[in-house]
């Protein structure tokens, strides 16, 4: 009975450890906490309204014309914010989703180059009576991208059968590829234009998959040597 208790224990704890390991999405709330906490602006009564509009627009409306609820409304958003930003860690991990483009395989060294990807992970915020702002991560802002070799490895054999399982009746080869990366956002502010901003980010890691729904893995890129 002892040995029963103590394996459902050790299986209890290795199922909560591989579950911590799988990295969600950034939602669009966090990453206006995100925003508080990387970019310190001064005009607080702005990030108050911009939150309000964007996550409680009901009740936020219901406050604009009266002053009395609308200073109780904004006390209120205050604390929300407050706390949200309080919970931000920079060590969180989460996931990033983009495309890319296989190149012609390299006989030599038994790989296919990616030739592109589009790394553009992007929240959308609206604002009241007044033109929207996104924040956005892409390639130039991952700060680390140029440590990953953009080489998919394969044996000769494995990349003619994948060659063929792309190839269409008249003869056109898809060599399209999903990317997978996780990653951290980073505290550091970066330069913006018009109503375009940027998270810095770091990539710990990017996988290759044949197809859009993420079930059938090709590898996971190396990292380059120092």
């Known amino acids: 009975m002892k040995t029963k208790l103590l394996l459902s224990i050790v299986f209890y704890f290795l199922i909560c450890s591989v579950i911590a390991q799988v990295h969600s999405e950034l939602t669009r709330e966090k990453a206006f906490f995100y925003l508080v906490k990387t970019h310190n602006t001064n005009d607080y009564d702005f990030i108050k309204n911009s939150y309000g509009f964007n996550f409680d627009k009901f009740n ?9 609820e609308r200073s109780k409304y904004k006390n209120k958003i205050d604390n929300t914010i407050k706390q949200g930003v309080e919970k931000i ?5 989460f996931t990033a989703k983009c495309t890319g483009e296989l190149g012609e395989y ?3 060294g038994n790989y296919f180059p990616i030739n592109s990807w589009n790394w553009n992970v ?5 604002q009241d ?10 390639s130039s802002t991952v700060i ?12 000769n054999d494995v990349a003619n059968n994948f060659i063929k399982t792309r190839k269409s009746s008249d003869g056109r080869i898809n060599r399209s590829i999903y990317l997978k990366a996780a990653y951290s956002i980073l505290d550091k502010k970066i330069p913006t234009g018009n109503n375009q901003h940027y998270f810095a980010a770091y990539f710990y890691s990017i996988e290759i998959y044949e197809d859009k ?6 590898t996971t890129l190396d990292r380059k040597s120092t």
């Open 144 to 155: 680390n991208i140029g440590d990953f070799n953009g080489a998919v490895k394969m044996s």
């Open 129 to 138: 009576n007044a033109l929207g702002y996104t924040f956005e991560i892409n």
């Open 213 to 218: 729904n993420l079930t059938k893995k090709l």
């Open 106 to 108: 390299n006989f030599n």
């Open 122 to 126: 992007s929240w959308g915020f609206e």
């Open 60 to 68: 936020y409306n219901k406050s604009k014309s009266d002053e009395f």
């Open 89 to 93: 860690n920079f060590s969180d991990k």
